[in-house]
């Protein structure tokens, strides 16, 4: 059990006057509990109440469940589940719920008179979540650093001839010769007009001489994710190509430099976003500058132009800025993952961000 983390949720559901709440999300589960459980379609809940009537209901399926050090509500796939909930909750007071909960089940709770309303409860674990603890803050860094392994191994064979999608193959084996148990998410090796595609599905297409090559990858470490976005060439950058490339790095440069407490998550994205605009190029970035990251590779907390949440110390997310040129197959992508410190931030991807021209060996 982490108990700061709980006293902290606890806490919070006192001050917004919510006195229980089922929590279905396996990975808060698993921050409150060190207990991965994935119930699939089944029912699984985490029950909270601020007077310490905390339960765990689990079906039989998951032995895992007897890792949580809290009273368990077992069932079998023929029982009701939810009418175990029901027959212990406080059915007069208001019941917080799981933003991701299934309908069926909240449904079956509201039939059976489950609280005397129902709220959305899930900002209390996400502001929590959202600011990483010391013990968090170690696993950020030492994921960040494999990943920055991974980044300058791979980059290595973007020039020998090998389709994106046997890049992407080669990632896996080189995240798990690196300490890694897997990919964060599906990976992103583009070439020339695939990276002007800002989310490209890899595909059996090969690198010619003078493209560039988006690289965007994270792994899996220790059960934190890392993610970053490097922008490289194929035997030659062209004076257009090295353009583009120093607007996306300063735009980078200047959302880091804004990624500091007391600002908020949209300064960081205009920042990077006003600079590329006044370069001209302001319709060509497309999507927001960043995502919140942790035990997922995106978690609560984007970084675009409509949040307006107050940067805290603790807060992880991505700062990266893009520019892409459907018609001339240029695209260009800088990414890094930034800790709030008490007066900045760190730089969790060490990697260079100067511009690299890879050997092209391919026939």
């Not at 992407?168 to 002007?196: H, M, N, Q, R």
């Amino acid at each position: 059990m982490k108990a700061q983390r709980f006293e902290r949720i606890i806490a919070s559901m006192k001050e917004q006057n919510i006195p229980q709440m089922i929590i279905a999300d396996p990975y808060s589960i698993y921050y409150l509990t060190g207990t991965m459980i994935q119930p699939g379609e089944r029912l699984l809940a985490l029950y909270l109440n601020v007077n310490g009537n905390h339960k765990l209901v689990v079906n039989e399926l998951f032995p895992q469940g007897a890792n949580v050090d809290l009273p368990k509500v077992w069932y079998k796939d023929t029982d009701d589940g939810v009418a175990l909930i029901a027959d212990f909750v406080e059915k007069d007071k208001p019941m917080g719920i799981d933003k991701i909960w299934p309908a069926k089940f909240l449904l079956r709770l509201m039939e059976l008179g489950g609280g005397s309303k129902f709220v959305n409860a899930s900002p209390i674990v996400d502001y929590v979540r959202i600011v990483k603890d010391e013990e968090e803050q170690e696993l950020m860094r030492k994921a960040s650093l494999a990943n920055d392994a991974v980044m300058e191994e791979i980059i290595t064979y973007v020039g020998k001839g090998l389709t994106e999608n046997e890049l992407a193959a080669k990632l896996s084996e080189i995240y798990k010769a690196k300490g890694c148990d897997t990919v964060s998410f599906t990976p992103i090796t583009a070439y020339g007009k695939g990276g002007a595609d800002p989310h490209h599905e890899t595909d059996d297409t090969k690198g010619k001489y003078g493209e560039g090559v988006v690289i965007d990858i994270g792994g899996l470490k220790d059960g934190y994710a890392s993610d970053m976005t490097r922008t490289v060439f194929l035997g030659e950058v062209s004076e257009r190509q090295r353009e583009i490339y120093n607007i996306v790095l300063e735009a980078n440069l200047r959302g880091i430099a804004a990624a500091k407490p007391g600002n908020r998550m949209c300064d960081v994205d205009n920042a990077a976003r006003d600079y590329i605009t006044e370069m001209g190029y302001g319709q060509y970035f497309t999507h927001r500058t960043g995502h919140s990251i942790g035990m997922e590779c995106h978690e609560f907390g984007d970084v675009s132009a409509v949040n307006e949440d107050i940067i805290r110390p603790g807060q992880c997310f991505s700062v990266e800025p893009g520019i892409y040129l459907q018609e001339e197959g240029i695209g260009v992508r800088i990414e890094d993952l930034v800790l709030i410190t008490e007066d900045g931030c760190e730089v969790l991807n060490k990697f260079t961000k100067e511009l690299i021209v890879v050997p092209f060996e391919a026939e």
